[in-house]
């Protein structure tokens, strides 16, 4: 077989040597005499990992097991196969920390684009200004009633005490009322606040009328055969609208005196407004 290059292929020319083939090439699979070419080929320049593997399709793993041998053959010097996987350890790492900032710009966007921003951009002209000491409270309640809170329901209760105007202790009862129907979905939550500003409801004997009302209706319907609810704020499956007139305890009120601090003037004031809508019940 007569072997023929193109014209010009031979311009440059990379020399191998003779005991590259007479002792290494038998025992070198095809990956590590590419490699081995490539470093030949490119031994003066500072070469990446990343860089050869990229140029000879081959993976990192490759890369390394091919320099690995290379190394205990003793045609490359000590240390060759140890280096390239800092160098490779130090660029995943730098790749993994680029990710997670990726992540965590995106989730930053999904919480200031949440779902009720467009109502709040419609209200945005009569916001009023947020008393840290009645909003501390409000937090309080909160987390001690809700499963988990969440960056999204604390923007839902900025918009309903900034846009909705809704007071501190509206808003507290609102939470519990919402948290004995076992019903702290966001979307169920902005839903049920935005029908009660429409409804007019400003404060919380007007809020306790509405809930009552609802309750004493869906009581009729049930016993009446009706399944539905017919189109109402609550969903039918509120625990305070059952046929036996049972009310599901409050966790919060339940906690033991040594779990919470009484220290906080906001906290005590949440507990004593929270305390009195149970009595009103």
């Not at 095809?30 to 590419?34: Q, R």
């Not at 005490?161 to 509206?170: F, G, I, N």
């Not at 400003?202 to 306790?208: F, G, P, S």
């Given at each position: 077989?007569e072997?023929?290059?193109?014209?010009?292929?031979?311009?440059?020319?990379?020399?191998?040597?003779?005991?590259?083939?007479?002792?290494?090439?038998?025992?070198?699979n095809?990956?590590?005499?590419?490699v081995?070419?490539y470093l030949?080929?490119?031994?003066?320049?500072?070469?990446?990992?990343k860089?050869?593997?990229?140029?000879?399709?081959?993976?990192?793993q490759d890369?390394k097991?091919?320099?690995?041998?290379?190394?205990k053959?003793?045609v490359?010097?000590?240390?060759?196969?140890?280096?390239?996987?800092?160098?490779?350890q130090?660029?995943?790492?730098?790749?993994l920390?680029?990710?997670?900032?990726s992540?965590?710009?995106r989730?930053?966007?999904?919480?200031?684009?949440?779902?009720?921003?467009?109502?709040?951009?419609?209200m945005?002209?009569k916001?009023r200004e947020?008393?840290?000491?009645?909003?501390?409270?409000?937090?309080f309640?909160?987390?001690?009633l809700?499963?988990?809170?969440?960056p999204?329901?604390?923007q839902?209760?900025?918009y309903m005490?900034?846009?909705?105007?809704?007071?501190?202790?509206?808003i507290?009862f609102?939470?519990?009322?919402?948290?004995?129907?076992?019903?702290?979905?966001?979307?169920?939550?902005?839903?049920?606040?935005?029908?009660?500003?429409?409804?007019?409801i400003?404060?919380?004997?007007?809020?306790?009328?509405?809930?009552?009302?609802?309750?004493?209706?869906?009581?009729?319907?049930?016993?009446?055969?009706?399944?539905?609810?017919?189109?109402?704020?609550?969903?039918?499956?509120?625990?305070?609208?059952?046929?036996?007139?049972?009310?599901?305890?409050n966790?919060?009120?339940?906690?033991s005196?040594e779990?919470?601090?009484?220290?906080?003037?906001?906290k005590?004031?949440?507990?004593e407004?929270?305390?009195?809508?149970?009595?009103?019940?």
């Open positions: 077989m072997i023929q290059f193109q014209e010009g292929i031979q311009a440059e020319i990379t020399c191998v040597p003779n005991a590259f083939i007479d002792e290494y090439v038998a025992e070198a095809g990956d590590y005499v590419k081995y070419l030949l080929r490119h031994q003066k320049e500072k070469l990446k990992g860089e050869i593997g990229e140029a000879l399709c081959l993976t990192d890369v097991r091919a320099i690995l041998f290379w190394e053959k003793g490359l010097k000590e240390g060759t196969a140890r280096a390239l996987e800092r160098e490779l130090s660029e995943e790492a730098a790749l920390s680029e990710e997670k900032l992540q965590k710009e989730l930053s966007r999904m919480d200031r684009t949440s779902f009720f921003d467009e109502q709040k951009q419609e945005d002209g916001k947020i008393d840290e000491e009645e909003f501390g409270g409000i937090l309640v909160a987390k001690h809700m499963p988990v809170v969440t999204s329901h604390v839902l209760f900025e005490y900034q846009s909705l105007e809704m007071d501190a202790e509206l507290e609102f939470l519990d009322y919402c948290c004995s129907l076992q019903k702290t979905n966001c979307r169920y939550m902005q839903k049920v606040a935005v029908d009660w500003h429409e409804l007019g400003r404060d919380v004997r007007a809020a306790r009328e509405h809930v009552k009302n609802f309750d004493m209706a869906k009581g009729m319907k049930s016993g009446s055969g009706e399944g539905k609810s017919g189109g109402n704020t609550f969903s039918s499956k509120g625990k305070s609208g059952s046929s036996s007139g049972e009310k599901k305890g966790r919060f009120l339940n906690f005196q779990e919470v601090d009484y220290d906080s003037l906001a005590q004031k949440a507990l407004r929270l305390g009195q809508f149970h009595t009103a019940k």
